[in-house]
C-alpha cells in the first residue's frame, strides 16, 4: 500500500494542514500532520477538496521511464564501456592516464581535460573506447548492486613483478558474477623482474586460460609506464567489443546511467552521464534516481559545452533539482510534471522504506495520538 502524510498531502493540494484534518475529522478520520495515511483515504481527501486525482504508481513509472523495445533496424553499433580493475599499485591509474593520451581528439585547440569519472578515447582509425575512471571495485559493485550494469568489458590489472593479489581476486569474482568478458594487462612489463609467463600460469588457477594456453582469455603485456602495447590493448578491447555485437538505437529519448554526481559551487548539481540508449539534449527533461531537472549545458569529458551525446559517450549534465547516487538510472521523460511526478514518488518510496527500516513509528504515534 501507499502512504503519504497529512502534511505532505496538504502541501501537494496547496491547503492548510489544519483545514486537511478538519476534513478528515469530518470523514471520520482522526490524523496528525505527521501521520501517514493510505492512498484511499488520500483520494477521498481529495475528492473532498475538490482537486484533481493524479495517482502516480509504479506502473506510471515504468511507463515513463521505459519506452518500447528497439527494433532491429534502428540498432547502431556503440563504443565499448571498459572498467579497469586490479590490485592496489598494479597500476589502474597509471594505465587509464596512458590510454588516455592515446586519445587523437584530446589535441583540439582549447580541450583541457577533465574529471568526470569517465572519458572517451578516439583511435587512430576513428573506433572509441569509453573507459571509467572512477576508482575500481567500490563503483563497479555499488553501481551493480544499484542495478547498473553500464561496463561491457573488465581490463583486469595485474603486475608482471607481483601476481594476482587479493583485490585481483575480488575483481576476477567481481566481473564473473556480473558476467563481464575479462581481458588482461600484465603492467609493468618493463621492468627487468617482470615474468608475464607465470602470471598467465597464475591466471589457470582462477580458470582464466589464456589464449597463448589454449584458451579464450586474451593477456597482453603493457607498461603504463614505456606505454608500452597500449594500442595493443586498444585493439584487443575493440576485437572483444566486436564479438559482443554492442549496439544501440541513438534514435529515441536518452537512458543511461549516473556515474558520478556532485554538488558544486557555482554550477549546482552536476552528473555525469553515461548514455546508454538514445540521444540526449540541451533542453531535455530528466529523471535521475530521485532527482529530476532539465538540461541546462552537457560538458564532455574535455570540458567543452556540446549540444547532444549518444550512447556510450560519457557526459557532464547540468540542470539537476539534487544530487542522485551513482548507479542511478537517468532518464529523459515527456515534460516536467512527469519528471517531477517520478522523482516524488521515487522520493516518497525511499523514505518509506527508512521509515519501514526505523520500525512501527508511524502505527506507535497514531495509538499515541488517539
Ligand atoms: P593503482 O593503485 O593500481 O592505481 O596504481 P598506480 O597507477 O597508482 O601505480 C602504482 C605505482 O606503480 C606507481 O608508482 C606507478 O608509477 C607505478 N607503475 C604503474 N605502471 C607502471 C609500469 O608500467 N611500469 C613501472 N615500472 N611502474 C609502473
Ligand atoms: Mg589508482
Redesign the pocket.
Same mark, same amino acid.
Given at each position: 500500500p501507499e502512504f503519504i502524510t497529512v502534511g505532505e498531502l496538504a502541501n501537494r493540494m496547496a491547503e492548510r494542514v489544519g483545514d486537511v484534518i478538519k476534513a478528515m475529522m469530518k470523514m471520520g478520520v482522526m490524523a496528525t500532520q505527521n501521520q501517514t495515511i493510505d492512498a484511499d483515504t488520500a483520494e477521498l481527501v481529495i475528492e473532498e477538496f475538490g482537486h484533481r486525482i493524479n495517482r502516480v504508481s509504479e506502473a506510471d513509472v515504468e511507463d515513463g521511464i521505459s519506452g518500447a523495445e528497439d527494433k532491429a533496424e534502428d540498432l547502431k553499433s556503440r563504443a565499448p564501456v571498459v572498467t579497469i580493475m +586490479? $590490485? =592496489? /599499485? $598494479? +597500476?589502474?591509474?597509471?594505465?587509464l592516464d596512458a590510454l588516455r593520451q592515446t586519445d587523437v581528439a584530446g589535441g583540439e585547440a582549447g580541450g583541457i581535460t577533465q574529471h568526470i569519472g569517465a572519458y572517451q578515447v578516439k583511435l587512430e582509425g576513428g573506433d572509441q573506447i569509453t573507459f571509467l575512471d572512477t576508482p575500481g571495485h567500490a563503483a563497479f559493485t555499488e553501481m551493480r548492486m544499484r542495478g547498473a550494469n553500464v561496463t561491457d568489458i573488465v581490463v583486469l =590489472?595485474v603486475a608482471a613483478d607481483d601476481g594476482i593479489q587479493p583485490q585481483t581476486k575480488e575483481a576476477i569474482a567481481h566481473s564473473k558474477a556480473a558476467e563481464v568478458p575479462i581481458i588482461v594487462a600484465i603492467?609493468?612489463? /618493463? !621492468?627487468p623482474e617482470a615474468d608475464p609467463g607465470r602470471i598467465r600460469n597464475q591466471l589457470l588457477e582462477h580458470e582464466l586460460v589464456p589464449e597463448e594456453l589454449g584458451g579464450d582469455i586474451m593477456c597482453l603485456e603493457?607498461? @603504463? !609506464? @614505456?606505454k608500452l602495447n597500449l594500442d595493443k590493448l586498444e585493439e584487443a578491447i575493440l576485437l572483444q567489443a566486436e564479438m559482443l555485437e554492442l549496439s544501440a538505437n541513438p534514435n529515441r529519448r536518452a537512458e543511461g546511467a549516473i556515474v558520478e554526481a556532485k554538488l558544486e559551487k557555482g554550477r549546482g548539481s552536476v552528473a555525469t552521464v553515461l548514455v546508454q540508449r538514445g540521444t540526449v539534449r540541451v533542453g531535455d527533461v530528466f529523471v535521475a534516481g530521485a532527482e529530476s531537472g532539465r538540461v541546462r549545458a552537457l560538458l564532455n569529458d574535455k570540458g567543452r559545452n556540446i549540444e547532444e551525446a549518444g550512447p556510450s559517450v560519457p557526459v557532464e549534465v547540468l540542470g539537476l533539482q539534487g544530487t542522485p547516487q551513482a548507479g542511478d538510472d537517468f532518464v529523459v521523460v515527456r515534460d516536467d510534471t512527469q519528471a517531477r511526478e517520478i522523482a516524488e514518488y521515487r522520493q516518497r518510496k525511499a523514505k518509506e522504506a527508512t521509515q519501514a527500516i526505523a520500525g512501527r513509528g508511524t502505527l506507535e504515534q497514531m495509538f499515541s495520538q488517539i
Open positions: +586490479g $590490485h =592496489v /599499485d $598494479h +597500476g589502474k591509474t597509471s594505465l =590489472v603492467n609493468k612489463c /618493463d !621492468k603493457v607498461s @603504463a !609506464k @614505456a
